[in-house]
């Protein structure tokens, strides 16, 4: 049954606002898409308002939450850039999507946050918790590092329920043999959004982005806690990938 909630996206013209509203009635009963790119327009039907603009303006950010029930944070850039760009898109404009929530008493916030903003850490001989410290391989993951810092402190400051996900590899297949710990299948994607949007778990939390892969290293324990339950495998792709992992085997892939 389509959940009863007007749920805002921004980052709707990307990669995974794409996957999310391809599935739409899945999370929500309308939805209002936010993007500097103009998404598709609305199909015959389709409950959507497209609203073209960027998380950096309030003005805009006040039209598509004045009434929301959720927001869903996807916009901003979705790899390493200019520091200016970076910290002005990913950082301000994450602390003007959660500034406009708090105005309008949006009730939920998912924001994608990134493995990245975890990068150097390296697999051991149990799980990576969800909740583990930021430790950023790139300008890119250090700005989602202060977007982490910067919902954390919008949840305890402000009492808002936010849950920050630390996604894996969300592309349609695995393109690597990194892909077969780290991907996020798109159904996966969609499942760990519901899962984050209905959870009763209140305040602020951590939830890997990742499938439920056979080389997954990363814990389980943080999407247990809201129900996510992912259910595609990367392992189905491995033959496209023999070999093994470089060691050591970073979180974000790199070497140093």
């Known amino acids: 049954m389509t959940p009863s909630r007007t749920l805002v996206i921004t980052g709707a013209a990307g990669r995974l606002g794409t996957y999310l509203r ?55 850039f979705a790899g390493d850039a200019p520091w200016p760009d970076l910290s002005e898109v990913n950082v301000e404009g994450t602390r003007q999507v959660l500034e406009a929530a708090r105005r309008h008493g949006v009730s939920r916030v998912v924001v994608a946050s990134s493995n990245h903003a975890v990068g150097f850490h390296v697999r051991g001989p149990r799980p ?16 989602k ?22 996604i894996g590899s969300c ?15 798109p159904a996966d994607f969609v499942r760990l959004a519901s899962a984050s949007l209905a959870s009763e778990h209140g305040g602020f939390r951590f939830v890997w982005g990742v499938s439920a892969n056979t080389r997954r290293w990363w814990s389980t324990v943080g999407g247990d806690a809201i129900g996510f339950h992912p259910e595609d495998d990367a392992e189905r792709f491995a033959e496209l990938y023999p070999g093994s992992p470089p060691e050591p085997e970073y979180v974000g892939g790199v070497t140093i």
């Open 128 to 143: 990576l918790p969800d909740d583990v410290a930021p430790l950023p391989d790139s300008l890119y993951g250090v700005s």
């Open 145 to 166: 590092a202060a977007v982490e810092a910067m919902c954390r402190f919008y949840s305890v400051k402000f009492s808002m329920d936010i849950v920050c996900l630390r």
């Open 22 to 76: 391809s599935s739409l009635d899945d999370v929500a009963s309308k939805a209002r898409l936010v993007d500097v790119v103009a998404p598709p327009a609305a199909l015959p039907g389709e409950p959507v308002e497209i609203h073209l603009g960027s998380v950096t303006d309030p003005d805009l950010l006040d039209v598509v939450c004045r009434g929301a029930n959720a927001i869903v944070h996807l916009g901003g």
């Open 171 to 185: 592309f349609d297949t695995p393109e690597n043999h990194r892909m077969l710990s780290t991907w996020l299948s």
